[in-house]
Each structure stands twice: as structure tokens, then as C-alpha cells.
């Protein structure tokens, strides 16, 4: 019906107003602190809006696409808020608050498929993989991207620890691999998983890492040069 609710967990309750579009609603993504909300429509809209009080709407952003998908926010300083979406031949990043693209790269996935995609806690990389490389992007600088070799099937899952310093990567070749984001080192020998991980996260030190798996299991590992994993 175009309209796009949030909900109190705890209550059950819509919390603020619908935001409403013409365009029926394709997906919803919210930052991590859960302050921002953006929707995608099917006519390429992507409208953002303050989860806070009354759920007030920003600066709509506008695509030119209407194959969008968005994939992540960064917001380490909880001002400067910024998006990432993919419409099927580059990735781009996005100013919440102004609207405005501020980096794009030709990215056109592997088999048209939805690549993996994270920005960094502070917003100044991007991270992006679909066959079985890594690149990672500087967005202020027009260099060629930190390509990270090493899974041997298609990347499924990126993650940033939260002081931008490692990225974990999941991939179809069922490993977990931890790498050092300014020399493109592996930090661990790749981890082995039962399926592909779909889902990584680091804890709030970056000393654990928790993926999820295909195969249904969660498993927490050590980030550490000993590492261990707890399925």
C-alpha cells in the first residue's frame, strides 16, 4: 500500500507516522543506533526518514533506477548518516541528510546478483564482493580499490569491525576470513563453516566475530591471532 510503519518491539505498537509513497515498499533498512530508516519503492525511490519522535522525513533520494536495493547505513557519529544501494550496475553511496550521491563505482555483481556490501564506522570505505574477491574503496579518492584475494567461490557476507580497522568476509567456499583493512592481510587462517555465512557481525571491541549460516547455525569466534569458534 506504499506505506512504510515502524514498531515498538516491546509494545507492539507503530511508533510515529506512516510514511507514505505512491510506489509500493521493495525493503526497509534502519542504521545501527536505529535513529535512521530508509525504504525502497518500486519506482527507484529511496526516502529516508528520523526514527526519533514523530518519525520526521529527510531529503527523499532520488535514483534514476527503479531496480534499487538498499544494502547498508554508516553512522559512526550519529550526524553524518550515510547509504549504500546497489540498482543493478554500480553501487552507490548516499548523504542522509542531503540526498546527494557521494560515491559511485561500476559494480555490476555477479550473474545480476545483489553483491555483498559494508561501509565502514566512519564512512569513509566501502567494502563490496560478489565473485571471489574483496575490493575495498576509499570514497574521497579516485585510486583503484584494496583488492583482498583469497576466497575461491562468490562473497555472501562483509563486515567492519567497529573501529574500522578488520572486515570479516563470508563466502559460497564456506570460510570466515578476518583481514587488516589498510594492508589487505589476512589477521587469521580462513575459518571453516558447515555452509556459506549469510550474516557477520564483530562485538563491540572487534575481538569476537558472530556469523550466521546458511546450515542454521550461529557460531561465535575469536578474533583473535588464537582463535577459537563456538557453534
Known amino acids: 500500500d506504499g506505506q512504510a510503519r515502524l514498531w515498538d518491539t516491546r509494545t507492539g505498537r507503530s511508533v510515529g507516522r506512516p510514511i507514505v509513497n505512491p510506489a509500493p515498499v521493495v525493503s526497509i533498512v534502519l542504521s545501527a543506533d536505529s535513529e535512521r530508516a530508509a525504504m525502497v519503492c518500486d519506482d527507484g525511490s529511496i526516502h529516508t526518514w528520523n526514527t526519533l519522535g514523530s518519525c520526521l522525513p529527510l531529503q527523499p533520494i532520488v535514483t534514476e533506477t527503479p531496480a ?3 544494502l547498508c547505513f554508516s553512522n559512526m557519529d550519529r550526524i553524518n548518516y550515510k547509504l549504500a544501494s546497489w540498482d543493478g550496475s554500480s553501487v552507490r553511496v548516499w548523504d542522509v541528510t542531503t540526498g546527494k550521491c557521494i560515491f559511485a563505482t561500476k559494480y555490476p555483481g555477479a550473474s545480476g546478483t545483489c553483491p555483498a556490501v559494508a561501509l565502514s564506522p566512519d564512512g569513509t570505505r566501502m567494502a563490496a564482493g560478489d565473485r571471489d574477491v574483496v575490493s575495498i574503496f576509499t570514497l574521497a579518492s579516485t585510486e583503484q580499490p584494496l583488492e583482498l584475494a583469497g576466497h575461491t567461490q562468490t562473497v ?9 580497522r578488520l572486515l570479516g568476509s563470508g563466502s559460497e567456499d564456506k570460510t570466515l576470513r578476518v583481514w587488516n583493512v589498510e594492508t589487505g592481510e589476512s589477521t587469521l587462517p580462513p575459518i571453516p563453516h558447515e555452509s556459506a555465512p549469510k550474516q557477520i ?12 549460516s546458511r546450515d542454521g547455525y550461529i557460531r ?3 578474533a583473535t591471532t588464537e582463535w577459537l569458534r563456538y557453534d
Open 156 to 164: 555472501t557476507a562483509l563486515a567492519f569491525s567497529p573501529d574500522g
Open 68 to 70: 534499487v536495493r538498499v
Open 201 to 212: 557481525i564483530f562485538s563491540n571491541d572487534g575481538s569476537t566475530v558472530v556469523t550466521a
Open 220 to 222: 561465535q569466534i575469536d
